[in-house]
């Protein structure tokens, strides 16, 4: 933020950073990355979604012993059971006041202190609506880089600007991810809070509604989040309340509004097909690697052998790397 802008700090929109937390073990590294930020004007939402252990007082004092001058404001949340993704997002907007709000999972963190510097400036230099940009995606630990999400492809879809080929390239697949999308308070102020026919899944529908009512979604070419694998929609995880909103979304938001309903039918029973598998896979390499036995390893290679290769692979560069730190 420049000089001038800070001596104009009454200019500078109140901004909201959003946090749902359930069963998270790593919430404390996502509430330093937010209390590190650089942008003046932060309120901070945290939402816990019915954790087995959460306590107010420990978290509040966190960030209390942590905050700058340009925490505004912080209120934490606690659902008194699960509700899953999409009320909790909800009961989170609800409670919030800023003009553009940031998602921030309780198990990922800012790629940098001044991503919302430069976030902001992009939405008002832009007048966007929606806006996503790079998520950096870790292993589980965050330490090994592994990619960058939305692919090549899908940028240049985003980068034309154009709402209905958005959408239809969305019905696809997604890749607009909550964990790197933010939004102004002025798209729900049109299109109201996140469909809650869906428990799991709150970024999917509303990014293919409003895309197919003609807003574009902005895309900002920088890294914002570090990602950090083994949620629900990981392809090694099997969640039937995902895969269930995964259908419905299918039904509800693609196929009635598509103008290609044979080839997006067809891809999404691929996509399920490959799914179950590759769920199949994880199953049988963790068992593999709980229990080392030899015998898995060519099984895996023979029925699995491209996935195999990549878990391989990052498999012995961890255990490489853990022999470099512990000699």
Same mark, same amino acid.
């Given at each position: 933020?420049?000089?001038?802008?800070?001596?104009?700090?009454?200019?500078?929109?109140?901004?909201?950073?959003?946090?749902?937390?359930?069963?998270?073990?790593?919430?404390?590294?996502?509430?330093?990355?937010?209390?590190?930020?650089?942008?003046?004007?932060?309120?901070?939402?945290?939402?816990?979604?019915?954790?087995?252990?959460?306590?107010?007082?420990?978290?509040?004092?966190?960030?209390?012993?942590?905050?700058?001058?340009?925490?505004?404001?912080?209120?934490?949340?606690?659902?008194?059971?699960?509700?899953?993704?999409?009320?909790?997002?909800?009961?989170?907007?609800?409670?919030?006041?800023?003009?553009?709000?940031?998602?921030?999972?309780?198990?990922?963190?800012?790629?940098?202190?001044?991503?919302?510097?430069?976030?902001?400036?992009?939405?008002?230099?832009?007048?966007?609506?929606?806006?996503?940009?790079?998520?950096?995606? #870790?292993?589980?630990?965050?330490? #090994?880089?592994?990619?960058?999400?939305?692919?090549?492809?899908?940028?240049?879809?985003?980068?034309?600007?154009?709402?209905?080929?958005?959408?239809?390239?969305?019905?696809?697949?997604?890749?607009?991810?909550?964990?790197?999308?933010?939004?102004?308070?002025?798209?729900?102020?049109?299109?109201?809070?996140?469909?809650?026919?869906?428990?799991?899944?709150?970024?999917?529908?509303?990014?293919?509604?409003?895309?197919?009512?003609?807003?574009?979604?902005? #895309?900002?070419?920088?890294?914002?989040?570090?990602?950090?694998?083994?949620?629900?929609?990981?392809?090694?995880?099997?969640?039937?309340?995902?895969?269930?909103?995964?259908?419905?979304?299918?039904?509800?938001?693609?196929?009635?509004?598509?103008?290609?309903?044979?080839?997006?039918?067809?891809?999404?029973?691929?996509?399920?097909?490959?799914?179950?598998?590759?769920?199949?896979?994880?199953?049988?390499?963790?068992?593999?690697?709980?229990?080392?036995?030899?015998?898995?390893?060519?099984?895996?290679?023979?029925? #699995?052998?491209?996935?195999?290769?990549?878990?391989?692979?990052?498999?012995?560069?961890?255990?490489?790397?853990?022999?470099?730190?512990?000699?």
């Amino acid at each position: 933020m420049t000089d001038k802008e800070k001596n104009h700090n009454f200019d500078i929109p109140l901004i909201t950073v959003i946090t749902l937390s359930y069963n998270s073990e790593f919430l404390f590294e996502s509430i330093k990355s937010v209390l590190n930020q650089t942008y003046p004007k932060i309120e901070y939402v945290i939402v816990d979604d019915g954790s087995k252990y959460f306590e107010v007082d420990e978290v509040s004092a966190f960030i209390n012993q942590h905050k700058q001058k340009n925490l505004l404001d912080y209120k934490v949340i606690v659902n008194p059971k699960n509700m899953g993704t999409v009320k909790a997002s909800n009961i989170a907007i609800v409670h919030s006041t800023g003009e553009f709000l940031f998602n921030l999972a309780a198990d990922d963190v800012f790629y940098d202190i001044r991503v919302l510097e430069g976030w902001v400036r992009e939405f008002i230099k832009r007048e966007s609506l929606v806006m996503t940009a790079q998520s950096a995606v #870790y292993d589980s630990t965050l330490t #090994y880089f592994q990619k960058v999400l939305p692919e090549k492809k899908e940028v240049l879809v985003l980068k034309s600007e154009n709402a209905n080929q958005i959408f239809e390239q969305l019905c696809y697949a997604n890749f607009i991810y909550g964990c790197c999308t933010a939004r102004s308070r002025k798209v729900f102020d049109s299109f109201g809070l996140y469909d809650e026919k869906y428990k799991l899944i709150e970024d999917y529908p509303f990014a293919l509604n409003i895309s197919r009512h003609g807003v574009s979604i902005d #895309y900002w070419n920088m890294p914002v989040i570090r990602y950090r694998q083994g949620g629900i929609s990981s392809p090694g995880n099997f969640n039937k309340v995902y895969e269930d909103d995964s259908d419905l979304i299918f039904k509800n938001e693609i196929l009635p509004y598509t103008k290609h309903k044979f080839k997006v039918t067809a891809n999404y029973k691929i996509w399920k097909m490959n799914r179950k598998e590759n769920i199949r896979f994880y199953k049988y390499y963790s068992y593999w690697k709980n229990t080392n036995k030899v015998w898995m390893l060519p099984f895996l290679g023979f029925r #699995y052998p491209i996935p195999t290769l990549r878990a391989l692979k990052r498999y012995f560069v961890s255990r490489k790397d853990d022999c470099v730190k512990n000699p």
